[in-house]
């Protein structure tokens, strides 16, 4: 049984979080890409732990890469984790997304990059990323045409909210730890509540 519920595992670092903010979530969400980045890893759990979570449970794991990323030590955990995942599972889930001119590692050449160190490449780059997946899409969001501006905010957040409520399902379905459900059975049921009270 496939234990996928993400399509990206996103790992950058802090100096990069604008670009992932301004231009990569909004392309991933308008295409109902399912995607986790650290920001959304459990407190109190250890990080290798976590890590280990986003990268077997994600189809492809999007390194963003500039010249702090590559100066980071902890990033060469995720690289060669996700390097060797795809060895064990003969797949290539690794995918560096380029945001300047650099000369990778060795570890990192074995793949192709997708290059986003200018803005002319970005239609293609993002084409070949959004195409890189195969797991199915999530519903198309309802259309906000002809609401008001607080009709439009309501919707948003019950779009958000079905997101997260069918994440948490299906992370929900493949877990087998039983602590770790009775949390998710509480998340479920808040989330379940908040769009309850929407309706």
């Known amino acids: 049984m496939s234990t996928l519920i993400y399509d990206f595992f996103i790992s950058t670092v802090e100096t990069d979080q604008a ?24 407190p109190g759990q250890p990080r290798l732990l976590e890590l280990e979570r986003a990268i077997t449970h994600s189809e492809k794991t999007l390194l963003i890469l500039s010249a702090a990323y590559l100066q980071t030590d902890s990033n060469v955990i995720i690289d060669l984790f996700a390097m060797h995942y795809g060895l064990e599972t003969r797949t290539w889930p690794v995918i560096p997304l380029l945001l300047a001119k650099l000369e ?13 160190s200018q803005a002319a490449a970005y239609p293609d780059s993002y ?3 959004l195409n890189s997946t195969e797991l199915p899409s999530l519903p198309k969001p309802l259309p906000a045409q ?5 009709q439009k905010l309501q919707l948003e957040r019950q779009q ?9 399902q299906n992370q929900y ?11 998710l059975e509480y998340l479920i049921k808040d989330t379940q509540a908040s769009l309850d009270a929407l309706s």
């Open 19 to 42: 670009w992932v903010q301004q231009h990569l979530l909004p392309i991933l969400t308008a295409a109902n890409k399912r995607y986790l980045t650290e920001a959304e890893f459990q």
């Open 146 to 150: 002809g609401l008001n501006p607080v």
């Open 160 to 168: 958000r909210l079905t997101h997260k409520l069918a994440r948490l």
């Open 104 to 116: 990778l590692p060795p570890r990192l050449r074995l793949v192709i990059p997708l290059d986003f």
């Open 173 to 183: 379905d493949l877990e087998t730890r039983e602590e770790e459900k009775m949390r």
């Open 127 to 129: 084409r070949r990323l």
